[in-house]
């Protein structure tokens, strides 16, 4: 049992050793063999690969792929005429030589961002100081852009190289500091208040005119119908005098009559209409004591 025991010790051991002595590099990775602490090779076709067993020899993984740096401060930026913007901004980069990325910036891919980001932050706030807020915002943003790229290439291509490619860099966002913009805002605002009150004075001074116009057309309509009406009242009131004046002359006294029984009806065609007469003695009551006799 002893003897079984020692060779399935042995055994274990020797695959534990061989396990050791192997990796794999990810198509998506350098690996970086070290020993003693010194770079000894980098792999950058991806597959099995062999070396010593620790603590001879050991392995770390970097990122081939292309990575973005997104800016990480909104500290102001003084322009050509002193004022002060706020700009966000993105970098496309990859790192191409990993021995001289390890020697020069650090052992992964957060201490390149922290250096390519101060690098960054200076070429632009250096291109920003030459130029006007109008060039910054439109005129001149791609040539501004380019120049930071060509900078921050120079630097990382200098004496000691960072071991990586810019691929791009780019600005998302151009704003003026908040105090600044609250200030653009409001009087923005009050501007477009102004405008609004007067389109709202313009409205109300034609909506008065059309009102006073529509009033006036009114009047006149109805005095022109109203003359219209009593021009045609009075024909119609000619009109029948005539024929009263033709009937009754034929025969005055029952005229007589018949004016006086309209003005019976309009004195005392009421309930409660009262007239205080002698009617023995009053003319108005002649033609009700006695029938009225034909000449």
Do not use: C
């Not at 051991?13 to 050791?20: D, E, K, P, Q, T």
């Not at 390519?116 to 932050?121: D, F, S």
């Not at 500091?177 to 208040?193: D, G, K, L, N, P």
Request: glycine share 6%; charged share 30%; no cysteine.
């Amino acid at each position: 049992m002893n003897k079984v025991g020692f060779i399935g010790t042995t055994v274990l051991l020797a695959l534990a050793l061989l396990v050791s002595t192997m990796f794999v590099v990810d198509q998506r990775q350098f690996g970086v063999v070290y020993q003693l602490g010194q770079i000894q090779k980098v792999i950058v076709d991806p597959g099995l690969n062999f070396k010593l067993p620790p603590p001879f020899q050991n392995v770390s993984y970097i990122d081939k792929r292309l990575l973005t740096l997104d800016s990480m401060d909104t500290e102001p930026m003084l322009t050509a005429e002193k004022q002060r913007v706020v700009i966000d901004w993105y970098v496309r980069w990859r790192i191409t030589d990993p021995g001289a990325y390890i020697r020069n910036v650090g052992l992964d891919e957060s201490a390149g961002a922290m250096q390519l980001n101060r690098v960054v932050r200076n070429a632009f706030q250096e291109e920003i100081n030459r130029r006007t807020v109008r060039e910054l915002i439109s005129t001149r943003r791609e040539t501004l852009m380019a120049d930071v790229k060509r900078e921050v290439t120079e630097a990382v291509k200098g004496e000691k190289p960072w071991g990586m490619d810019i691929v791009d860099v780019r600005i998302t966002r151009a704003d003026y500091v908040e105090s600044i913009t609250e200030s653009v805002y409001r009087r923005m605002q009050a501007e477009r208040q102004r405008v609004a009150n007067e389109l709202r004075s313009t409205g109300a001074a034609e909506g008065e005119q059309i009102r006073a116009d529509a009033d006036r057309q009114r009047e006149v309509t109805v005095a022109n119908a109203y003359r219209e009406a009593e021009k045609v009242r009075g024909q119609g009131d000619a009109e029948a005098n005539r024929v009263y004046g033709e009937a009754f002359g034929k025969d005055p006294q029952f005229a007589e009559f018949y004016r006086s029984l309209d003005a019976y009806k309009a004195s005392i065609g009421h309930k409660g209409d009262v007239l205080v007469l002698d009617p023995q003695s009053s003319d108005f009551f002649r033609n009700m004591r006695g029938a009225p006799t034909r000449r």
